[in-house]
């Protein structure tokens, strides 16, 4: 009856303050610049940004290339893979939280 | 291009420390009661576990009844649909973190 312990790692993951969101915005507009990821999730310090993409970065989910305009961040397949589950999230949001 | 802040609220309740672990339990198992579920999330201590129960009491994901034999707890209608996307994450997890 335990939770599978690797269910338990990926929802602490992807449930990390901002986390969740900043993958939203790269699921649904592909990969971006750290300015324009900062524009699309008010609230949120650069500092912690930073730290958040790091992480998304040290586990596979996004790949970081440094581009003449700045620095670009694109999610890998194991980041695209989320879709469905981010879909299905948002759905129950959106039927609930309303 | 900025996440729907329903989504971003879920993201946050579902995410916090054990409460996707606790989710998991009660979709798998039906109602259980405190012990139960203590006793399916380990290393979560019972203060912790109160404190997450009493939240998704009040987020209306799971009601809470008084039994002879102790407490007992239930998801509402609200709480069984995160079933998808509790599953969606699982598979992902499985394919990924493996």
Chains 1, 2 share one sequence.
């Not at 269910?7 to 900043?22: K, N, Q």
Request: one cysteine or more; charged letters at 30%.
């Amino acid at each position: 009856m335990s939770p599978c312990p690797l269910y338990h790692d990926a929802v602490e993951l992807i449930g990390r303050r901002w986390t969740g969101a900043i993958l939203a915005v790269l699921l649904e507009a592909g990969p971006l610049r750290f300015r324009q990821i900062a524009a699309a999730v008010p609230d949120l310090s650069d500092r912690l940004l930073a730290e958040r993409m790091r992480e998304l970065e040290a586990r596979g989910l996004v790949v970081r290339t440094e581009l003449d305009v700045g620095v670009q961040y694109a999610l890998t397949d194991m980041g695209r893979d989320l879709d469905r589950a981010v879909r299905e999230l948002r759905a129950w949001a959106q039927r609930w939280l309303g």
